[in-house]
Structures are given as C-alpha cells and as structure tokens.
Antibody, heavy 116, light 108 residues
Framework: EVQLVQSGAEVKKPGESLTISCKTS????????IGWVRQKSGKGLEWMGL????????RYTPSFQGQVTISADRSSTTAYLHWSSLQVSDSAVYFC?????????WGQGTLVTVSS | DVQVTQSPSSLSASVGDRVTITCRTS??????LHWYQQKPGKAPKLLIY???TLQSGVPSRFSGSGSGTAFTLTISSLQPEDFATYYC??????????FGPGTRVDMK
C-alpha cells in the first residue's frame, strides 16, 4: 500500500527555520516525482514545486523559488520541505503528494503556524 | 504560465441532482487535466486523471470530458458524500502544475 506520512504540526516564530518531512512507503521512491502543495486557511491549493528522488532534479513554481528548499533522502525514502527564515505569511497546511497521472497519493498534511 | 479557471465558484444542489463543473485553461493542455475532491480538514483525492479516466475506486457517477482548453467534471446523481470542494489541475507543463481556484458544492 502506498503511503505518504507527514511530520506533525509546528508552531514557530518569524525568522526561525523549519523542515517538515514526508515519509513514503509501498512503492519505488526513486521512480516518481514528489511535490509539495500549500493551502492557506479557507483558500485553494497552490503548487510549490517537486523533486525527482532518483537524481534530485528539483523544480519550483516561480513564486516559491528562493523561499523554500525541497529535498529527498533515498536511504530513508523521505522528502523534505525547508524554510530558512519563516514569515507569518507561511502559515498554512502543507501537503506532500506523489505525481503519476495526476497526483494519485497525498500525505495527510502538516499545519505550520508562524506567529510572534 | 498556464492559467486555470473554474466555474462556478460555488453551487448549491440537492441529492440526486446532476452537477457539472467547468474548467478552462489559458492555453491548450491537451488532456493533461485532472480533477480532485477535497473535504474539510482532509487531503485532496484524485477523481479523474487525463481529463476522462476514472481513478480506481472512484464511483462511476463521476465523469470527466474535454481536451485542449475546456473541460468538465460531471456528477450524474449527487450523493450526500459528494458535498465538497472540487479542483481541476493542469500538468501539461510538468514543472509548473497549476490548480484551478476550486468549486464548492453545498447542499441546497
């Protein structure tokens, strides 16, 4: 069974760094792109970027380029989303997602709250 | 960038109604268009991929059609569990996916 299990909710202050994770199982990790999606409270889905774990080829939507870093660890079959300096506007739920024909499997979401 | 729009932004319907949601893209995406259902507090769920292919396990009352720039999602007979928000998403540009703004389906 394909599973994407994300790390738990985080509460951070502006300027702090954060990495959230997406542990995958049940399929060949290096064979599929994994992406990240942001959803602010009461709003729609925003595609952030994706990574191909086999060669770490990583692409970002322009609005997220330079704001976050996507990475993957083949040994632990885990994808990561990293912020070096959080802003209040980064408060949202973040989903990881496996890309096939469409996005066929999703993590459960990680709530990130940034507040002073 | 490919822009994606949906209409309507919301609709009210009753159980048993036929519901149609439209998605349009700013340039042709061939059939690289997918539909998702999202319920509050949950991750989205893939319903239809490649414009018209039903994802495994999805009820046959859901169907998709279209190609190029105009697409539709149809629910043939709305069921209580179908009240949710629906999103389309293009993947023609495999590096820059784009979601539509969503269509909320609520109970009349």
């Amino acid at each position: 069974e394909v599973q994407l299990v994300q790390s738990g909710a985080e509460v951070k202050k502006p300027g702090e760094s954060l990495t959230i994770s997406c542990k995958t199982s049940g399929y060949p990790f290096t064979g599929y792109w994994i992406g990240w999606v942001r959803q602010k409270s009461g709003k729609g889905l925003e595609w952030m970027g994706l990574i191909y774990p086999d060669d770490s080829d990583t692409r970002y939507t322009p609005s997220f380029q330079g704001q976050v870093t996507i990475s993957a660890d083949r040994s632990s079959t885990t994808a990561y989303l990293h912020w070096s300096s959080l802003q209040v506007s980064d408060s949202a739920v973040y989903f990881c997602a496996r890309v096939d024909y469409g996005i066929d499997h999703w993590g459960q979401g990680t709530l990130v709250t940034v507040s002073s | 960038d490919v822009q994606v729009t949906q209409s309507p932004s919301s609709l009210s319907a009753s159980v048993g109604d036929r519901v149609t949601i439209t998605c349009r893209t700013s340039q042709s995406v061939s059939t690289y268009l997918h539909w998702y259902q999202q319920k509050p507090g949950k991750a989205p769920k893939l319903l239809i991929y490649s414009a018209s292919t039903l994802q495994s396990g999805v009820p046959s009352r859901f169907s998709g059609s279209g190609s190029g720039t105009a697409f539709t999602l149809t629910i043939s007979s709305l069921q209580p569990e179908d009240f949710a928000t629906y999103y389309c998403q293009q993947s023609f540009n495999t590096l820059l996916f784009t979601f539509g703004p969503g269509t909320r389906v609520d109970m009349k």
